[in-house]
């Protein structure tokens, strides 16, 4: 994240985010594929599979594919990049959140503890009760300490403050799911 300082004296927190070009590789069709989408490509790879290459062809060795649903006038081997956004729209920005592995009930679910004092000893940072007479056996969804993060998320309502075409960079208002080099799918609303 950084930060960009209006005329007035404001600081607007923003995310930085490099968007690089886009390739049109696919477009799938109602009558032929069941449903309308695009699929767009971009990064670069050293080696494709067989396959990749036949789907790819003169297209280059695009890294990362992804379809998105919708009908679209563009065509195979169009470029989609920063320029399609402008300074003042809205979107919504899909990433997969940062990864915290195992936790338990008090960070993963927010619990607030036991009391350290009226004979409470080593339970501070524990759940408490999980159940009750009947059933006997612990529900489902009952919230305990598991893995926590790694999941899609998606922020909306977010502002393009400013689009660096030169350098394919956006700056968005406030921050977006995810940790450094996760691979973010930005809509406009």
């Keep these: 994240?950084?930060?960009?300082?209006?005329?007035d004296g404001l600081v607007i927190p923003v995310?930085?985010?490099?968007?690089?070009?886009?390739k049109v590789t696919q477009l799938k069709s109602e009558d032929k594929d069941?449903?309308?989408?695009?699929?767009?490509?971009s990064g670069s790879k050293k080696k494709l599979s067989k396959p990749l290459q036949g789907h790819l062809k003169e297209l280059g060795k695009l890294r990362h594919l992804k379809e998105v649903?919708?009908?679209?006038?563009l065509k195979t081997g169009d470029i989609v990049d920063v320029s399609v956004f402008n300074p003042g729209?809205?979107?919504k920005v899909t990433g997969i959140s940062k990864a915290k592995g195992f936790q338990g009930a008090m960070k993963r679910h927010g619990f607030h503890g036991m009391p350290a004092s009226h004979g409470h000893k080593h339970v501070k940072r524990h759940v408490g009760s999980i159940g009750q007479r009947f059933?006997?056996?612990?529900l489902?969804?009952?919230r305990m300490a598991g893995r926590?993060?790694?999941?899609r998320v998606t922020t909306r309502g977010l502002k393009v403050i400013k689009v660096d075409r030169d350098n394919n960079l956006l700056a968005i208002k406030g921050a977006v799911p995810g940790r450094k080099g996760t691979l973010l799918e930005i809509k406009g609303l």
């Design 1 to 7: 994240m950084s930060q960009i300082f209006e005329e």
């Design 15 to 22: 995310t930085v985010i490099s968007a690089e070009p886009m």
């Design 34 to 41: 069941g449903y309308a989408a695009i699929q767009v490509g």
């Design 69 to 73: 649903r919708g009908q679209s006038d």
């Design 89 to 91: 729209d809205m979107v």
């Design 135 to 138: 059933p006997q056996h612990t």
């Design 140 to 142: 489902k969804g009952m």
């Design 148 to 151: 926590m993060g790694g999941e």
